[in-house]
């Protein structure tokens, strides 16, 4: 079973930007649609981006399209998300996930948080 670990997270001030990357290990990450979810402190678990196995496929929450990119080095069993202009409201600990591709649509996977594995996640805080 694949297993995921997060990193990239940290402390910046608003505007600044920052790359999570998401490294499988113990199966192929072509085989699965990989996605970014986040919570904050009080809040439910939400989808912020998700993508499919080759990378064709996309799905942007709307507080973030224009400002996060998706992206994945399948040669590198890697994902990224790459963060711009962050807000404060992006402050949350944020969970690299994985679904088998082809057993369901990308953006239900992020809107429906269906995921078969979870990883440890990675804070993130934006604060002046």
């Known amino acids: 079973q694949v297993q995921l670990v997060e990193s990239g997270g940290g402390l910046v001030q608003p505007g600044e930007s920052l790359r999570l990357s998401c490294v499988a290990s113990?199966?192929?990450?072509?085989?699965?649609?990989i996605g970014w979810f986040r919570q904050a402190p009080g809040k439910e678990r939400e989808g912020v981006s998700c993508?499919?196995?080759?990378?064709?496929?996309?799905y942007y929450a709307d507080s973030v399209k224009g400002r996060f990119t998706i992206s994945r080095d399948n040669a590198k069993n890697t994902v990224y998300l790459q963060m711009n202009n962050l807000k404060p409201e992006d402050t949350a600990v944020y969970y690299c996930?994985?679904?088998?591709?082809?057993?369901?649509?990308?953006?239900?996977?992020?809107?429906?948080?269906?995921?078969?594995?979870w990883g440890q996640g990675t804070q993130v805080t934006v604060s002046s």
């Open positions: 996930a994985a679904k088998p591709r082809f057993t369901t649509f990308v953006s239900m996977m992020c809107v429906n948080r269906l995921i078969s594995k």
């Open positions: 993508i499919g196995d080759e990378s064709s496929t996309t």
């Open positions: 113990g199966s192929t990450l072509t085989s699965y649609y």
